[in-house]
C-alpha cells in the first residue's frame, strides 16, 4: 500500500501562513490526484483543494483566494500554501492520494493527519 507522510502544520497566529506538504511512496506506478481535506471536532470532514497529475485544481468555497495547491509530480509530493488564515481554519488536516500501484491495483489512501491551529 501506499504510505503518506505529512508536514508543516503547528500553531500560528490568524493572518499568518502554513505550508503543508504530503510525500507518497510505495510501489506507485501513477497518482491521479492529491488532495487535502480537514475536519474540525463536532465538524464533518471537508475538501480544503484537490488536485490531478495535470494540474487541474478544486477548491472548497471557504478556502478560495486563500489556500493555493500544487504538485511535483516527479516526486509524488503536493504542497498547500494556506494565507490568511483564520480562527475558522483550525483543524487536523489530511492527506489523500490515489492512484494505480505497480501490480495495476488502484489506490485511495489517506495520511495520519496534522493538526493547524490558528489562534491568538
Given amino acids: 500500500q501506499v504510505q503518506l507522510v505529512e508536514s508543516g502544520g503547528g500553531l500560528v497566529q490568524p493572518g499568518g501562513s502554513l505550508r503543508l506538504s504530503c510525500a507518497a511512496s ?26 490531478t497529475s495535470g494540474g487541474s485544481t478544486n477548491y472548497g468555497d471557504l478556502v478560495k483566494g486563500r489556500f493555493t495547491i500544487s504538485r511535483d509530480n516527479a516526486k509524488n509530493t503536493v504542497y498547500l500554501q494556506m ?10 488536516y489530511t492527506c489523500n ?11 485511495d489512501s489517506w495520511g495520519q493527519g496534522t493538526q493547524v491551529t490558528v489562534s491568538s
Fill in 26 to 51: 510505495g510501489s506507485i506506478l501513477s497518482i491521479y490526484a492529491m488532495g487535502w481535506y480537514r475536519q474540525a471536532p463536532g465538524k464533518q470532514r471537508e475538501l480544503v483543494a484537490s488536485i
Fill in 83 to 92: 494565507n490568511s488564515l483564520k480562527p475558522e481554519d483550525t483543524a487536523v
Fill in 97 to 107: 492520494t490515489r492512484g494505480k500501484l505497480g501490480d495495476g491495483r488502484t489506490f
